[in-house]
């Protein structure tokens, strides 16, 4: 589409802007791309997600419904307009007290729609800020904490006083990176580029399975006016397979031939900058031709193989066995039977894949949204044929992953077209893109039967799975090694067989998602769960606490456990269970009935039985500055924070004295993925020992005790004992490597066992514990379900950040409410969020949290994970709430109302 | 694609009626800017009709109220009249989309979307809304009920499109109400609603009723059937299980995955049963 462009005249954060637009270019367009101003967010394009919310004329507007017409003589506020003077605004400092931005992308939306409220009604009930905001979404926060910012704006809050040295660890401080997050200044993928970046266009498959061929591109390119170039799967000059588990690498960069799902790239058009905006993808030369396509896990059993090296279209199987369950469960006194069955959920972060590539000398330089840079290298040089040292990943701001991001997207794609026209390039995927061609969490089909005794102790469990791995292998195998592990709960059983297999279809690729198919196997356990305390007349609560784990016991995989947590976050419960159950009792009379659920989990963290080590280094400058290289990505969860606190109490420095560098893989070590909640343990315990390794050279070097105080800075380390103090002149030392005075750089490898052929072994070195308690309302004639409160507890070992781990278990509930009750990807007829819905500011309840602390002497400073242990429990306690309420289980998810109303009629059948 | 401002609704005729190709009518925008982005249209003319005199005003007339077409929600739920005669009409527009979405979006755009969940339109058809329609012909009154044509399609002929809509006065008594089933609690579409207006005599007799049904059909549904059951009632339960059952006959919705036939169907009943309640209610004052 072209358009005649005309002068738009209008103010932007107080400064007059003349600009040539086209009348009904948006406005969300105009300030990003054409002013720089890049605070303002884009992440559906559609009005759907109000990450690009301004104000115009002091009302909040989506910036991408808004054209330039219609701005003209109008004052535009962006987020870059909310600080003064360099100085935040008081709901800024809001946000960064209350821990109200994770990643960040949703948090200029959140914040212009928060500034326009407040104009005026300064300070709003916590309704009154849902009903303004609700027009953003949020997928980090859970959106507590964002309405805890937004009605507390109005109070002049001191500056928190900085953490003295040796105090980092347990405080609740701010997260460093968050400042850059409220001003708009934090770069995220789509938010920088090279100056005339060529605009990389994907072509994508309409189809879920069909051959193709082109036709003649070059002269369509000749004839198109706007591209530069055009690239198919023929121009990859490295192997065109890629995939996180190198043995099972077999998903191309561009299709040859064949495309194996709805979205899958094909072909790479290469647009002059500013062609973008004219471009018809639909005239590019492509002829389809559509094949038989297997979506259902079941009939792909017996389909062609859409691998051929995989008959069956069996990607792999994972097992589990111990003791004999068969008896077991011959001779029990209770056995629960049942069967669930899961959908494809989204991530849905806000942010769409997005980043830039340009040539620095010989190296290829990509800018990108990542949850693993070092990864993204290897995989893109493997690829591109190049050398990893001629391949640089340089993490921009990640705005939300939920492990979607571990997976290679765009890096291949935009480092192609600058390796071979030698130009900059840019790839920013819209929402559409991003749907369609980005991994999903595993839709599962799973039975399951557990028995007990006649006193109400699990003597037996099987467990079995089909998980729809959709058509690459991405995570498969690690889903199908994880849930037999795990599909036991934190409970002990001993006896026990579980199997999972991800099968091949031609869906969306499931690959990685918070808790790698765990918290799909804990809805089919939890469930029995309650019936078999209802069949032993036992409370639910109290039949957990019977089964749970302990100290010294061990577990389906015959590890003996130590640190176990799962009895101190259950007994936690025990008071507000009670409450519950009451609050429950008392419903009043009419179609609207109460519940309360309760389930727990149990998560190890790091790879399942292979190694994963992290690498951390420190240094210290002449100037006296320590420099932590933190090659963690950070997604939001809060890696740069609670590393750098470990770091900061090792080292024995004051948090505040501490710049982060990374990640990028040209200057940090490998911190390996931000995976499996393994960052805060496994990372942290790197970082931990290079603190403490630099603290003991500093020491040696002054031959000073350990114990000693260290003060940095001004060119100088001054070292107090108590007795003396000792001053080393750091201009006097020989910088070394990366020009540091002194530098340390430490790895940690949990130390794990390979499992043998019935998966006995030692999977993980640390588990983390939790157990929530959900309380809802069903109104019986329509189905729909009201959450009235969460409460969870979770066992963290040591609590780094209480801030960010509420933060991190408020988030996860909300990714399990909506697993529970909306969310349901069904390719091509939700690829953007108005289709697919995840929950927004009314969907997620108030929320309790109990943080437990039982140290594991394997995590630094005693801390666990908790990144995916969070929304284990979430979904099943909401099913077990549901049929408290109403007697009916609901096996089918998401839980709609339709589905609800169903179980409740055909219980009453 | 061509982009124009009409200064005049005569302007905005002409331009609309001389364009040979596809042209669109830009109100508050929010649902042409997001077609135009998706490609979903690729009209040849826009025509924005913002800044036409009078498209943004609100006026009261024999008893009831002209809305102007470019009025938005927000500015439709400050007007404490309209909310006054016609809550329900009020509580539809109000409940599309965010506080962003209110800002722009009007009641003639959300019709002329022709969207079968349009929030607005149930409540509208029940207060039997008119069109007003300039065209090259001159102006002429629509009964709203009349506009849509099925799922983006409408009933406007070449070079029309509608200036104001008028909701009627109504006698003592009377009140309406709207409600729709969405599976989240905010922003989303309907997978079913119900706009009722009804009017409540001296002794508690309803004397008039209009029910129509949003989401469950390719266009808005007006059930007489279910006007029928309540009129002449005290607004019993009796009363209203008959018009529940009167609108889950008369539902024909799809089936998808935001809900089953038989789920549609039964819900377009409970809503109509709640949203006669609620109106009820508000007319007892
Ligand atoms: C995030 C989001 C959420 C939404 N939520 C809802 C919702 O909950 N419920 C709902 O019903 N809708 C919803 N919508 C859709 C939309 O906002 C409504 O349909 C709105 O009322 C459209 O009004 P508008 O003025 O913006 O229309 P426009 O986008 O300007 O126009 C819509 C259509 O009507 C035509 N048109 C506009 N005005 C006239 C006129 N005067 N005469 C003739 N034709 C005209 C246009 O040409 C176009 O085809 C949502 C949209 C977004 C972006
Ligand atoms: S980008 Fe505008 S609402 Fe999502
Ligand atoms: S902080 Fe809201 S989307 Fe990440």
Known sequence: ?909 | MRFEVAASVAEAVRMLAAEPGTTRVLAGGTDVLVQLRSGLVEPDLVVDIKRIDGMREIRAEDGGFRIGAAVSGAELGEDAGVRALWPGVVEGMELIGSTQVQGRATLAGNLCNASPAADSVPAMVAADAVARVAGPAGERDVPVAQIPAGPGKTTLAKGEFIVSIFLPARPAGSADAYLRFIPRTEMDIAVCSAGVSLTIGGDGTCTAARVALGAVAPTVLLVPDAAAALIGSKLDDAALDALAAACSAAAKPIDDKRGTVAFRKKVAGVLARRAAVIAAERARG
Not at chain 1, 297 to 311: D, F, G, M, N, V
């Open chain 1, 1 to 909: 589409m072209s358009f005649d462009t005309r002068p738009a005249a209008f103010t932007v954060n107080g400064r007059q802007v003349e600009i040539e637009a086209a009348p009904t270019e948006r406005l969300s367009h105009l300030l990003r791309e054409r002013l720089g101003l890049t605070g303002t967010k884009v992440g559906c394009d559609a009005g759907d997600c109000g990450a690009c919310t301004v104000l115009v004329d002091g009302m909040p507007q989506c910036a991408c419904l808004m054209p330039a017409a219609r701005v003209a003589g109008r004052q535009v506020t962006t987020v870059e307009g909310l600080a003064s003077d360099g100085r935040l605004s008081a709901l800024q400092a809001a946000f960064l007290r209350h821990g109200a931005a994770q990643c960040g992308i949703c948090t200029p939306g959140m914040l212009m729609a928060a500034a326009a409220l407040l104009s005026v009604n300064p300070r709003p009930a916590p309704a009154e800020a849902e009903a303004a905001l609700g027009g953003v979404l949020c997928r980090c926060t859970g959106y507590r904490k964002i309405v805890a910012a937004v009605c507390d704006a109005w109070a002049d809050a001191p500056r928190p006083a900085p953490v003295p040295a040796g105090r980092a660890v347990g405080a609740p401080v701010a997260r460093l990176d968050g400042p850059p997050k409220v001003t708009g200044a934090d770069v995220f993928g789509a938010d920088r580029w090279p100056a005339g970046a060529l605009w990389v266009h994907v072509i994508r498959s309409p189809h879920h399975h069909a051959d193709f061929s082109f036709g003649d591109l070059a002269a369509w390119q000749a004839a198109t006016p706007g591209v530069a170039a055009v690239f198919t799967a023929a121009d990859i000059p490295g192997r065109n397979a890629f995939g996180v588990i190198p043995p099972f690498a077999d998903q191309p960069a561009l299709a040859v031939d064949a495309a194996r799902f709805r979205g899958e790239a094909v072909a790479l058009v290469a647009l002059e900058p500013g062609a973008a905006e004219d471009f018809d993808a639909t005239a590019f030369p492509v002829t389809w031709e559509e094949l038989p396509a297997a979506l259902d896990p079941e009939a792909a059993k017996s389909a062609p193989a859409i691998h051929p090296a995989r008959p069956g279209n069996l990607l792999i199987r994972g097992l589990v066995r111990r003791g004999d369950p068969d008896a077991a469960l011959a001779a029990a006194a209770h056995v629960a039977e049942g069967a669930i069955e899961t959908a494809y959920v989204e991530h849905a972060y806000i942010e769409p894949e997005a980043g830039c590539a340009y040539m620095d000398g010989e190296t290829l330089v990509i800018h990108t949204c990542t949850q693993a840079p070092h990864m993204d290298r290897d995989d893109t040089a493997v690829m591109l044929g190049l050398p990893p040292e001629r391949v640089r990943i340089v993490a921009t701001s990640t705005g939300g992953g939920f492990g979607s991001k571990l997976d290679i997207s765009i890096q291949p794609l935009v480092g192609l077209v600058t390796l071979k026209t030698g130009r900059p390039a840019r790839i920013v995927y819209t929402r559409g893109d991003s749907m369609r061609s980005t991994t999903k969490r595993h839709p599962a089909r799973m039975r399951a039967r557990i028995g007990t005794d006649a006193a109400g102790r699990v003597t037996g469990q099987v467990f079995d799975g089909d998980f729809n791995t959709g058509a690459y292998a991405s995570w498969g195998p690690t889903v199908a090694n994880r849930v037999p592990v795990h599909a036991s709960g934190p409970y002990s059983v001993p006896n026990y067989r579980a199997e999972a297999r991800a099968i091949h279809t031609n869906g969306p690729i499931a690959g990685a998602f918070r808790g790698f198919g765990v918290p799909q196997a804990t809805i089919m356990q939890e469930v029995l769960y309650d019936q078999l305390a209802a069949d032993a007349g036992i409370d639910r609560l109290a039949f957990r606490q019977l089964n749970a784990l302990t100290d010294g016991e061990s577990t389906v995989c015959g590890q003996r456990l130590s640190a176990v947590g799962i009895g101190a976050c259950l007994a936690a419960l025990e008071g507000p269970w009670s409450e519950a159950l009451a609050w429950a009792a008392d419903a009043p009379a009419g179609p609207v009935t109460r519940g309360v659920g309760i389930a727990s989990c149990w998560y190890g963290c790091g790879n399942t039985a292979l190694p994963n080590p992290s690498t951390i280094r420190i240094g210290v400058t002449a100037a006296g500055e320590v420099v932590l290289h933190q090659g963690a990505a950070d997604i939001g969860q809060g890696a740069n924070t609670v590393i750098a606190q470990i770091a900061a109490d090792a080292l024995g420095v004051a948090l505040g004295a501490i710049r982060l560098v990374g990640p990028d893989t040209a200057f940090t070590p490998d911190a390996g993925k931000t995976s499996a909640s393994r960052q805060t343990y496994v990372s942290g315990r790197a970082a931990e020992a290079a603190g403490r390794a630099l603290r003991s050279a500093i020491l040696r070097h002054a031959n000073v005790a350990e114990g000693a105080s260290l003060g940095f800075g001004q060119g100088t380390i001054v070292i107090d004992d108590g007795a003396a103090r000792h001053v080393i002149d750091l201009a006097a030392l020989a910088e070394g490597r990366d020009g540091y005075v002194f530098a340390a750089e430490e790895t940690y490898d949990p130390p794990t066992t390979a499992l043998d052929a019935d998966g006995q072994g030692t999977p993980y070195a640390v588990y983390g514990y939790g157990a929530q308690i959900v309380e809802l309302s069903v109104d019986t004639r329509l189905g729909t379900v009201k959450l009235h409160r969460i409460t969870a507890a979770h066992d963290l070992g040591r609590v780094i950040n209480p801030v960010l781990a509420e933060g991190q278990i408020e988030g996860g509930i909300a990714q399990g409410i909506g697993l529970a009750l909306m969310e349901d990807y069904v390719p091509g007829r939700t690829e953007n969020l108005h289709d697919y819905l995840i929950p927004t500011f009314g969907d997620v309840p108030e929320i309790h949290h109990i943080l437990i602390e039982k140290p594991d002497p394997e995590g630094p400073f005693g801390a666990k994970g908790l990144g995916e242990h969070v929304l284990i429990p979430t979904a099943p306690a909401i099913l077990n709430a549901i049929r408290h309420a109403t007697g009916a289980l609901v096996t089918r998810l998401p839980a709609t109302p339709d589905r609800v109303l169903a179980a409740i009629r055909s219980k009453g059948a």
